[in-house]
């Protein structure tokens, strides 16, 4: 009965190759992110998606594609991996509604390591 | 625009002492404050929250955090910590409208025996 599930938790690649990683919601939320936590802890934001439509693109290279095919699945896609794009990628969603602000849950996380 | 500047990047302290995190935001319209903490090799989990009403702020496993209008901040306690409390905890802020979270750099919170 996971809340945020993220597949999967490792990732291991080479550089050049593409990727995607999973993510699911099962809390009915309507907003979904991506969030990236470099090598020194530091957490962004890249993506939001609010009932299937992009509302946050953060300044993230275009090799960095997210899908969602509905609300409770947000993937994201990366082309072409560099040995930057290192990192552990986090999901989240809320129930983000009118003017209100409500807590975001976090999945996991996905170690992702470019060599 | 929202910033947040956690100003301890480690915190050592030892088994039973009170420990305090110190969480500073700037942001330009009304916030929402959220105390995060991150175990090894695992996600993020939420500690507390400030959304309104209230300064002072009950959460979880014994963290307690006030929020300050006018100090612009939003510092976390613990009377006595525990071997267990050893974490990275961030501290978020969130503003009406914006729904993605910016966090702080984090503080590791390491508790010795």
């Known amino acids: 009965d996971t809340a945020v599930s993220q597949t999967p938790k490792y990732l291991v690649t080479q550089m050049g190759n593409d990727k995607s990683i999973k993510c699911e919601q099962n809390?009915?939320?309507?907003?979904m992110y991506w969030y990236k936590q470099d090598s020194k802890k530091f957490l962004k934001i890249m993506f939001s998606y609010n009932n299937k439509e992009l509302i946050i693109n953060e300044t993230v290279p275009n090799r960095f594609s997210p899908k969602s095919p509905d609300k409770a699945h947000l993937n994201l896609h990366i082309n072409s991996l560099e040995l930057g794009d290192s990192a552990v990628y986090f999901c989240?969603?809320?129930?983000?509604?009118?003017?209100?602000?409500?807590?975001?849950?976090f999945g996991p996380g996905t170690r992702l390591t470019v060599l | 625009a929202q910033s947040v500047t956690q100003l301890d990047s480690q915190v050592p302290v030892f088994e039973e002492a009170p420990v305090e995190l110190r969480c500073n935001y700037s942001?330009?319209?009304?916030?929402?404050l959220f105390w995060y903490v991150q175990y090894p090799n695992q996600g993020l989990q939420l500690l507390l929250k400030?959304?309104?009403?209230?300064?002072l702020v009950k959460g979880i496993n014994g963290f307690e955090a006030e929020f300050n209008k006018s100090q612009t901040s939003f510092h976390l306690r613990k009377p006595s910590v525990h071997i267990s409390d050893t974490a990275e905890y961030f501290c978020?802020?969130?503003?009406?409208?914006?729904?993605?979270?910016?966090f702080g750099s984090g503080t590791r919170l390491q508790v010795q025996p």
């Open positions: 978020a802020v969130g503003g009406q409208g914006r729904r993605a979270l910016t």
């Open positions: 942001s330009s319209v009304s916030v929402y």
């Open positions: 809390l009915g939320h309507d907003t």
């Open positions: 400030y959304l309104s009403g209230s300064t």
């Open positions: 989240a969603s809320s129930q983000g509604a009118g003017s209100t602000y409500n807590e975001q849950f």
